[in-house]
């Protein structure tokens, strides 16, 4: 089977975060939203098609964001529902077609090929697109072409909110026009070089030698030419489970505080052996990253026997963390990861404590699971209680707050009124002079 007969659809979430963002606030809709970025050291995630239009994309500063478009209304985002989100779109399709492949968290490669001796696959993928579309709320788009490149190029080109299918015959005739970035796999410093070459279209791109092509860039300059005349023959790899998890969080100022990300990391790690077991499922390697105030950036893992417990990946990420640590440097992010996960339960050692400790994990879950993931947590992650004069822990007084607080409002009301009556007495006083 040739390049040609291939029927290969890739299916792309329109904005996927901030759709999820309008459908549970529809009052947004219509409204530049900007997910992530918040804050100035903050980086957006996604961003609205009415935020696009003022030059907002994706892994831009917040702080640049908020230059180009005042009027955006931050979001901080959820994962998790993003997440919930992007597995109920692919359990709809993963019951409808044959062969896919899930690049990522809101887009899926799906392989067609020799289906449409049964029926057309255009009519197919815009049933399916309808599906998803009525089933979750959810705007999505498709491109269905010859491969995964040329597909996926379709969809940007239709999106938002559109459906496209481009035979073999007008693939290049489709791709020529179009501006080199528009390729996938051109990023900002590929595209840089190839602008100082006075390439700018992928029609010049194409008709470049390749020998040319591979002194200048290499090996990726092979792979961008191909996909330039239309050409790509990676398969649509099966979707398989993810085989890691993990996080990270950037500081809202650079810290050199031990403590605290030795406090920050069993934070990360305790709510990942939460989702862990809740998915029924262990770990037998984690990865430690950190991000020094100069942006480099280290990372250091070891493997370990297949585990869901907190204490352990806790000890083991400060063991790393402190090999990691080397330079006496301001750090500005640091991050987590489990991976080589498998399916199964905690093995219960015959001549140590890990049954009790499982059976207190498994006791903290259910609490979570009922008041939520921060209903439970390390006492080093919570903030150390107030004490009075006499070092005895201050407890704490919800009526007492309450009133503390109503007190505290009459008092900010009085300084206002009496900074009133002293501007009117100053004003009147004046008034009275000038009369004079």
């Excluded at 040609?4 to 963002?21: C, L, P, R, T």
């Excluded at 918040?38 to 964001?65: I, L, N, Q, W």
């Excluded at 991976?339 to 879950?365: N, P, R």
Aim: net charge positive; proline share 4%; hydrophobic share 35%.
């Amino acid at each position: 089977m040739t390049d040609k007969d291939k029927q290969i659809i890739h299916m792309d979430q329109d904005a996927f975060f901030v759709s999820v963002e309008l459908k549970k606030n529809p009052k947004l809709i219509g409204k530049p939203v900007i997910v992530g970025g918040s804050t100035d050291r903050g980086v957006v995630t996604s961003c609205s098609y009415e935020a696009r239009k003022f030059g907002v994309h994706a892994a831009m500063p917040g702080r640049m964001a908020k230059q180009l478009c005042p009027q955006a209304i931050f979001v901080r985002g959820n994962m998790d529902d993003y997440s919930r989100a992007s597995h109920e779109i692919t359990e709809i399709i993963s019951e409808r077609v044959p062969l896919f492949e899930k690049a990522s968290i809101d887009e899926h490669y799906i392989d067609m090929t020799g289906m449409d001796k049964f029926f057309g696959c255009m009519k197919f993928a815009s049933e399916l697109r309808q599906t998803i579309i009525r089933e979750t709320g959810l705007p999505i788009s498709f491109g269905l072409s010859v491969n995964k490149t040329v597909s996926k190029i379709v969809t940007n080109e239709c999106k938002p909110n559109g459906e496209m299918e481009l035979p073999f015959p007008d693939v290049r005739p489709f791709l020529n026009p179009l501006a080199v970035h528009k390729i996938p796999g051109i990023g900002d410093a590929t595209h840089k070089k190839l602008s100082e070459m006075g390439v700018r279209k992928v029609q010049t791109l194409a008709e470049i030698p390749q020998e040319l092509m591979f002194k200048i860039l290499g090996q990726h300059g092979l792979g961008i030419w191909q996909k330039a005349n239309g050409i790509d023959l990676s398969p649509v790899v099966p979707y398989r489970e993810r085989k890691s998890i993990g996080t990270q969080t950037t500081f809202e100022s650079d810290s050199m505080d031990i403590s605290k990300m030795k406090a920050i990391l069993s934070g990360m790690v305790t709510n990942l052996t939460y989702d862990l077991r809740s998915q029924q499922k262990l770990t037998s390697c984690i990865t430690v990253t950190i991000r020094y105030s100069n942006f480099e950036t280290v990372t250091q893992q070891a493997r370990i026997p297949y585990t869901a417990l907190d204490s352990l990946l806790i000890n083991k990420a400060h063991d790393l963390f402190k090999k990691l640590y080397s330079k006496r440097m301001l750090l500005r992010l640091i991050g987590v990861r489990l991976s080589h996960l498998v399916s199964g339960f905690e093995q219960i050692g015959l001549y140590h404590t890990s049954e009790e400790e499982y059976d207190l994990y498994q006791a903290m879950d259910k609490v979570r699971n009922h008041y939520g993931l921060e209903s439970v947590v390390k006492a080093c992650i919570v903030k150390r209680p107030e004490r009075d004069e006499h070092g005895k822990v201050i407890k704490y007084n919800p009526r007492k707050k309450h009133l503390e607080k109503q007190e505290e409002d009459q008092s900010v009301e009085e300084r206002k009124k009496s900074r009133i009556r002293t501007f009117i007495n100053s004003d009147l006083g004046t008034a009275t002079k000038l009369d004079g």
